[in-house]
């Protein structure tokens, strides 16, 4: 049995997380004195990451969507 209010908050601060963690690597990939002079493997490592994390960020909403 699952608590859905503890649940819930539990989605929340994990989708609050990827947010904040989605923005702060938006702006270094958008930052084109970043990406013009990292190394390529530290920006492809990056865009990697960043894809992951909107996945998980798309699985959280949907959890989320279903507890509402």
Not at 7 to 19: C, G, S, V, Y
Not at 42 to 49: G, P
Request: proline share 1%; net charge negative; no cysteine.
């Amino acid at each position: 049995l699952v608590d859905k209010e503890k649940e819930t908050a539990r989605l929340q601060k994990e989708l609050d997380q990827i947010e904040s963690y989605l923005l702060g690597v938006k702006k270094k990939l958008e930052n084109k004195e970043f990406t013009s002079n990292a190394p390529q493997k530290i920006v492809d490592e990056m865009k990697e990451k960043f894809a992951e994390a909107e996945n998980r960020q798309a699985t959280l909403n949907e959890q989320l969507s279903a507890f509402t």
